[in-house]
């Protein structure tokens, strides 16, 4: 009764501040009406509340309901999960007896299973990296795949597998003693990809248009070497695809490729020269000056010599060679008595040899200077050598021997200038003084011939 009393003040109390503020808006409402529409709120409220609660006890009893439905449910997964288990553990038994049973019939047979499997293993990479492939593609795969099944599934190789195994092996022994022409795809140097003739050399090596072909394994393409081995092997690769079943010379690789890719990674003579640097090329053309004056030297005194021997067999001088000049002085001084005839002689001859030796102490000094660069050079590289291995250390020996190479070539073509440079200075020496000798001899006649008529 209470609580109803104050329910009733609140509506009250309510319904004043709603009476006043009505009473500012609108007239104002007699108290007869106002009375009546409390009574009617009460009343609507009222049946909103009862059925509120039939909702939530009829939602009550479906709830009710759906936890009895998942309850069972629950007890029926339960009893199916321990049929389950029951069930596994019968099937394990079944199955370890299966097993033995299994092990038990192959006896032998595993062990030639297994056999075959670490063969397909091993026989697998040997083709996969074999220049056969890229004549007779798609081996590789095969063998991988049957190894792959064998080793996880414990799957037993049909008899059509192992025939294939065997047939594979026999035809990778057959090819490779045969050379081989056929038609495949080739990225050349430049990048781009052409439908080429290559011949194959058993599992040895692949050529064509006279060059030599790489074949890669895991993507399963040809291409060129970007480095080719030196011209004498690329000559006997292009005549053995032209030959026509005649006996060639031909260079092959039976390591598979590896003293192919050494010797083509080998530097030629231009990269030996450029790895000589500022100091080798300064000898080099030192080098070629000292060449070329030994060149105009040795021919200028051939055809003075030429000269002089037909001017001994003839009795009349000319002035065209330096015998005929030296035995003018006799006619040109015919009353002059021997000592001065002598000093004319002398003269004459003194007069000749510059022109004779001339430059020959040019190419001596080259041939001196030329190793002493080298010596400058090897010398310069060592200090960078060692530079180097103070900052890096001595872990790469590779660093070391490159920096000890390039060091050393500067040597190289100092002895390569100085040896050729050292053995013309001394033929074309020994041509000047062979001439200088003939004048000596022939000056010698005329004077013992003077002394005589005196």
């Not at 798609?138 to 190789?157: D, I, T, V």
């Not at 002085?329 to 002398?346: C, G, S």
Request: aromatic share 4%; with cysteine.
């Amino acid at each position: 009764m209470l609580k109803q009393f104050k329910t009733l003040a609140v509506c009250l109390t309510a319904l004043s501040f709603s009476v006043s503020a009505m009473a500012q808006e609108n007239s104002a409402l007699d108290l007869d009406a106002l009375l009546k529409k409390l009574e009617q709120g009460q009343s609507a409220q009222s049946e909103q509340n009862k059925q509120r609660e039939q909702q939530f006890l009829q939602q009550r009893s479906e709830q009710d309901a759906m936890l009895a439905e998942i309850r069972d449910q629950r007890d029926a997964m339960l009893a199916q999960s321990e049929q389950l288990e029951t069930r596994f553990e019968e099937n394990e038994f079944k199955l370890a007896d299966l097993n033995g049973a299994l092990d038990e019939r192959m006896g032998s047979l595993k062990e030639l299973f297994g056999v075959l499997q670490q063969v397909a293993g091993d026989t697998k990479s040997k083709f996969q990296n074999s220049v056969i492939s890229a004549q007779i593609p798609g081996r590789s795969e095969f063998l991988s795949n049957m190894a792959q099944e064998m080793g996880k599934s414990s799957k037993l190789a049909s008899i059509e597998e192992i025939e294939r195994v065997w047939f594979e092996m026999q035809r990778e022994m057959t090819e490779s003693g045969k050379v081989t022409k056929f038609n495949t795809s080739v990225v050349q140097a430049g990048g781009e990809k052409v439908n080429k003739e290559v011949v194959r050399v058993g599992p040895f090596a692949l050529v064509s248009d006279g060059k030599y072909l790489d074949y890669n394994g895991v993507t399963g393409t040809v291409a060129e070497l970007i480095r080719q081995p030196a011209d004498r092997y690329n000559d006997s690769a292009e005549t053995l695809q032209e030959s026509s079943g005649r006996m060639v010379e031909f260079g092959i690789d039976p390591t598979g490729g590896s003293i192919l890719g050494l010797l083509v990674q080998a530097p030629t003579l231009k990269e030996r020269v450029e790895q000589g640097g500022e100091v080798g090329y300064i000898i080099l053309i030192v080098g070629a000056i000292g060449l070329l004056l030994a060149l105009e030297r040795l021919v200028s005194l051939s055809i003075i010599q030429n000269k002089v021997k037909r001017q001994l067999k003839r009795k009349k001088l000319k002035k065209s060679n330096p015998l005929g000049r030296v035995l003018l002085v006799r006619d040109k001084y015919p009353n002059a008595d021997t000592e001065a005839l002598e000093l004319h002689l002398t003269e004459a001859i003194l007069g000749e040899v510059p022109k004779l030796s001339r430059n020959l102490t040019i190419i001596k000094i080259i041939s001196v200077v030329a190793p002493l660069m080298g010596l400058l050079g090897t010398v310069t590289g060592m200090i960078n050598t060692f530079q180097a291995i103070t900052l890096f250390g001595t872990g790469d020996p590779k660093l070391m021997a490159g920096g000890i190479s390039t060091a050393l070539v500067t040597t190289v073509l100092g002895l390569v200038v100085a040896i050729p440079m050292t053995l013309l200075y001394a033929i074309l020496n020994t041509r000047s003084k062979n001439i200088v000798y003939i004048l000596q001899e022939q000056a010698s006649g005329v004077i013992a011939e003077r002394a005589e008529r005196s």
